[in-house]
T-cell receptor, first 114, second 115 residues
């Protein structure tokens, strides 16, 4: 019973490089989300997906790309990493519509862009 | 616009003290949900409670209790007889239908419980 997993857990990359963060859930939840956590900002939504092949922007989508070809996977790609994207990234999932259902979070990926 | 404010950035208490974490929200929607999450030092986010906008009954779960008051747009969280294991960052969050169910988080309150 893995639940929701993220990989890698830690990543150091250089400015300008492409980086992909992986998220996998085993519950077949319809909704999946990507957040970033920065000191003083709490968690901010980057992108979310209501189902396979359906994605939408959140509060801070610039510089990120997502895809969802399978229900269980929701990768987040930084096309050209910048230092401002140094952060902790959390993936989450939720059953049915996300309004009244709590989101379950993965363990997070700590990304450092040098 | 929707917003969640947790004015207390850090709180430090001594074990066995009671502590209240404040959460004030803003929304124009009539149907919404409020949540509290806990983030212990290990980093994961743990769901604690969900409350809908039509239910103002206070809730108690062990040492935890929540006070929801629509008149003041507040959803405060009280820990009674705090313990060192309660040390964590606590987030309040808001979700509504008109926002497509997206969670809006407060900035978090870091609680430190000292022995």
């Amino acid at each position: 019973d893995a639940g929701i997993t993220q990989s890698p857990r830690y990543k150091i990359t250089e400015t300008g490089r492409q980086v992909t963060l992986m998220c996998h859930q085993t519950w077949s939840h319809s909704y999946m989300f990507w957040y970033r956590q920065d000191l003083g900002h709490g968690l901010r939504l980057i992108y979310y997906s209501a189902a396979a092949d359906i994605t939408d922007k959140g509060e801070v989508p610039d510089g990120y790309v997502v895809s969802r070809s399978k229900t269980e996977n929701f990768p987040l790609t930084l096309e050209s990493a910048t230092r401002s994207q140094t952060s902790v990234y959390f993936c989450a999932s939720s059953d049915r519509t996300g309004v009244s259902y709590e989101q379950y979070f993965g363990p997070g990926t700590r990304l450092t862009v040098t | 616009a929707q917003k969640v404010t947790q004015a207390q950035t850090e709180i430090s208490v001594v074990e066995k003290e009671d502590v209240t974490l404040d959460c004030v929200y803003e929304t124009r929607d009539t149907t919404y949900y409020l949540f509290w999450y806990k983030q212990p030092p290990s980093g994961e986010l743990v769901f604690l409670i969900r409350r809908n906008s039509f239910d103002e009954q206070n809730e108690i779960s062990g040492r935890y209790s929540w006070n929801f008051q629509k008149s003041t747009s507040s959803f405060n969280f009280t820990i009674t007889a705090s313990q060192v294991v309660d040390s964590a960052v606590y987030f309040c969050a808001l979700s509504s239908y008109n926002q497509g169910g997206k969670l809006i988080f407060g900035q978090g309150t870091e609680l430190s419980v000292k022995p």
